[in-house]
């Protein structure tokens, strides 16, 4: 019944590593976004795509690639992590672009 | 947040009212959001406001003032529970930006 889901929900890992957070919805939705909520919980978006073309890319670092292999699917990658990674990761779908977001419970990532 | 402004903390007291402020830069301006942040959770959908007015969903009512650019989120009856972030987010140019939040202190 999750309409939006995230794995994994936590992730420890030492500096200049690699990983991924994979996020699914099962509710339909033509587009998927990756927010990144720091320390000071200031919630800011990175990606967003829409019927898996990539639409919005904020700012980030090009370590940080998002792959969608099919709408209900947005995957995080994050080559060479830095210790400025740790945050909480969103995923999150919305209809389309301009409507309600429906947030996953968040990926909390902690580099070391 | 982009010229989102809203308070950063309030306080008030259970069974109280509570208004929660938010001022945006119109440009772009498609409508606004309201959303909840408890704790360690993810942030759960409120309101959407696209015309001026105030709307009105149980204890919570929130109005928008286009030419204005200003938004109020309103909590009646205050409980325990709603102790939380509440989140103004625009949507501007097709692309949603939130704001920095409102921490909410319930005190009994």
């Known amino acids: 019944d999750t309409a939006v889901s995230q794995t994994p929900k936590y992730l420890v890992t030492q500096m200049g590593n690699d990983k991924s957070i994979k996020c699914e919805q099962n509710?339909?939705?033509?587009?998927m976004y990756w927010y990144k909520q720091d320390s000071k919980k200031f919630l800011k978006i990175m990606f967003s795509?829409?019927?898996?073309?990539?639409?919005i890319n904020e700012t980030v670092p090009n370590r940080f690639s998002p792959k969608s292999p099919d709408k209900a699917h947005l995957n995080l990658h994050i080559n060479s992590l830095e210790l400025g990674d740790s945050a909480v990761y969103f995923c999150a779908s919305s209809l389309r672009g301009r409507e309600t977001q429906y947030f996953g419970p968040g990926t909390r990532l902690l580099v070391l | 947040g982009q010229n989102i402004d809203q308070p950063t903390e309030m306080t008030a007291t259970e069974g109280a009212i509570v208004q929660i402020n938010c001022t945006y830069q119109t440009s772009g301006f498609n409508g606004l959001f309201w959303y909840q942040q408890h704790a360690g959770e993810a942030p759960t959908f409120l309101s959407y406001?696209?015309?001026?007015g105030l709307e009105e969903k149980g204890r919570f009512s929130s109005f928008l003032s286009r030419s204005k650019g200003y938004s109020y989120l309103l909590l009646k009856e205050l409980q325990m529970k709603d102790s939380a972030s509440y989140l103004c987010?625009?949507?501007?140019?097709?692309?949603?930006?939130f704001g920095k939040g409102t921490r909410l202190h319930i005190l009994p």
């Open positions: 406001n696209v015309l001026d």
């Open positions: 509710l339909g939705h033509d587009t």
């Open positions: 987010a625009v949507n501007r140019d097709d692309k949603i930006i």
């Open positions: 795509y829409n019927n898996k073309e990539l639409i």
